[in-house]
């Protein structure tokens, strides 16, 4: 079984910066890529930023240029860089990583951390 650990988030002040960590652990054989979502109430879950294994990274067009995703390979760990938040960025935020498996490929989510800007 994989396990997928999020901290960082919290309450901040529009225009404010937060930064997200999630920390992948267990079983994992390969990772495909690892990515952030957020959840804000009624609303569906969307993908935020995603970066493949060998580092590439890809962004939803609402944090471009404000949000920097990273990854320590070796840990098996990616940050989430928030900068001049808004009040839009308000939600829960979810870690996934995705592992290629010998059942195939498989995802796994961390537990989520609420993230709230306020204006």
């Known amino acids: 079984q994989v396990q997928l650990v999020e901290s960082g988030g919290g309450l901040v002040q529009t225009g404010g910066s937060l930064r997200l960590s999630c920390a992948a652990s267990?079983?994992?054989?390969?990772?495909?890529?690892m990515a952030w979502y957020r959840q804000a109430p009624g609303e569906q879950r969307e993908l935020v930023a995603q970066i493949t294994s060998d580092g590439r990274p890809d962004y939803v067009d609402s944090v471009k240029g404000r949000f920097t995703i990273s990854r320590d390979g070796a840990k098996n760990t990616i940050l989430l860089q928030m900068n001049s938040l808004k009040a839009d960025d308000t939600a829960v935020y979810y870690c996934k990583l995705r592992d290629l498996s010998p059942r195939g490929i498989v995802g796994y989510w961390g537990q989520g951390t609420q993230v709230t800007v306020s204006s």
């Open positions: 267990g079983s994992i054989f390969s990772v495909i890529d």
